[in-house]
């Protein structure tokens, strides 16, 4: 069990829990979570972004962290869910282009021991 102890014996609503999308048997942070369009969906919802200071609070700093701004996020989520996926992609260099076939035939073969 952990316990933060500026926050002891605080327990999120379940009504957060849910809107937001999170889940009270998960341990630890990600911004992976960032990378799912439910959980931004989620995240960015009325209900969530507007009614649970808390849980938003938590991953507008993890966000911060990752250089995204999520009020902006948020809205583009709102506004064009594909196009916010795309952008966050971009900006945490998630989209960056694999390796080419090409150069993967000319690499060497590993040495077998």
């Given at each position: 069990?952990?316990?933060?102890?500026?926050?002891?014996?605080?327990?999120?609503?379940?009504e957060?829990?849910?809107?937001?999308?999170?889940?009270?048997?998960?341990?630890?942070?990600?911004?992976?979570?960032?990378?799912?369009?439910?959980?931004?969906?989620?995240?960015?919802?009325?209900?969530c972004?507007?009614?649970?200071?808390?849980?938003?609070?938590?991953?507008?700093?993890?966000?911060?962290?990752?250089?995204?701004?999520?009020?902006?996020?948020?809205?583009?989520?709102?506004?064009?869910?594909?196009?916010?996926?795309?952008?966050l992609?971009?900006?945490?260099?998630?989209?960056?282009?694999?390796?080419?076939?090409?150069?993967?035939?000319?690499?060497?073969?590993?040495?077998?021991?």
């Amino acid at each position: 069990e952990v316990v933060v102890e500026r926050l002891a014996g605080y327990i999120e609503s379940d009504e957060c829990v849910s809107a937001c999308g999170v889940d009270r048997d998960f341990v630890g942070i990600s911004s992976d979570a960032f990378f799912s369009p439910e959980f931004a969906a989620n995240l960015c919802s009325p209900a969530c972004y507007q009614n649970c200071p808390n849980i938003v609070d938590l991953y507008f700093n993890l966000a911060a962290a990752e250089g995204v701004y999520l009020p902006a996020l948020c809205e583009k989520q709102r506004s064009s869910p594909h196009r916010a996926m795309l952008e966050l992609l971009s900006s945490s260099g998630g989209g960056a282009p694999g390796p080419i076939a090409d150069d993967l035939a000319e690499a060497p073969a590993p040495a077998m021991f």
